[in-house]
């Protein structure tokens, strides 16, 4: 069966990859990713997976990098709850609609490999998207593997962005008492998606 990925970080869509494939999917990965800023991290990680793509026998689609559209409307939305939600519905809905064009009934994220991302949320909208369009997201919670994905990328010394790529996240992570002021003690899941997942001292080790 075939499948649209959003391949957000070669990082996180290398497990994800080898996993839906060895579960007989046939990947087609989508890099749109408007939402990573600066313009030099953007092209980092999209060489990285045009690399991958090569490597792993991905076929990839790489649209334009509209940020000036995204930024429009996530600059609207005052907390970074909103911001994620408006974030995550941007780049499904696209997703999804390529998705429909070619008439491929399946899409999903490789956002899904990630810990921190507000996986309910992505749930939600993933699903809300796809019975607009007459499709199916394709959800798990791929990020109770997340220890092994994380090991088999430094393994393979895959480029591990440092933040989850939007200029907000860009910001905290550079600047932490930023995030420290912003995010309450009690937040929920959603409220500090932005923080890194912790590598365990086996695959930090490997990585220095």
């Not at 075939?2 to 080898?18: C, G, P, Q, T």
């Not at 800023?37 to 997976?49: D, F, G, I, T, V």
């Not at 090991?151 to 480029?159: D, E, H, I, P």
Request: proline share 5%; aromatic share 14%; net charge neutral.
């Amino acid at each position: 069966m075939k499948i649209v990925v959003h391949a957000d970080s070669a990082f996180d869509l290398l497990y994800f990859n080898r996993w839906l494939k060895k579960e007989q999917w046939e990947v087609m990965g989508y890099f749109y990713n408007p939402q990573i800023h600066p313009s030099a991290e953007y092209n980092r990680q999209l060489l990285m997976q045009k690399l991958l793509g090569v490597l792993e026998d991905i076929i990839m689609i790489f649209p334009e990098y509209d940020f000036e559209h995204y930024l429009a409307g996530v600059a609207a939305f005052a907390t970074q709850q909103e911001r994620c939600r408006f974030c995550y519905r941007f780049i499904l809905e696209r997703t999804a609609a390529y998705a429909k064009q070619l008439n491929i009934p399946y899409f999903t994220s490789s956002w899904l490999i990630q810990p921190n991302h507000d996986h309910a949320l992505l749930k939600e909208i993933g699903d809300e998207v796809a019975e607009k369009l007459g499709l199916k997201f394709l959800y798990s919670d791929f990020s109770k593997v997340w220890e092994e994905a994380d090991q088999l990328a430094v393994k393979l010394n895959v480029y591990e962005p440092p933040y989850c790529g939007c200029i907000y996240s860009e910001k905290y992570h550079c600047y932490p008492m930023t995030l420290q002021e912003t995010v309450p003690k009690t937040g929920s899941a959603k409220d500090k998606a932005l923080a890194k997942p912790k590598r365990s001292a086996k695959s930090a080790s490997r990585k220095k």
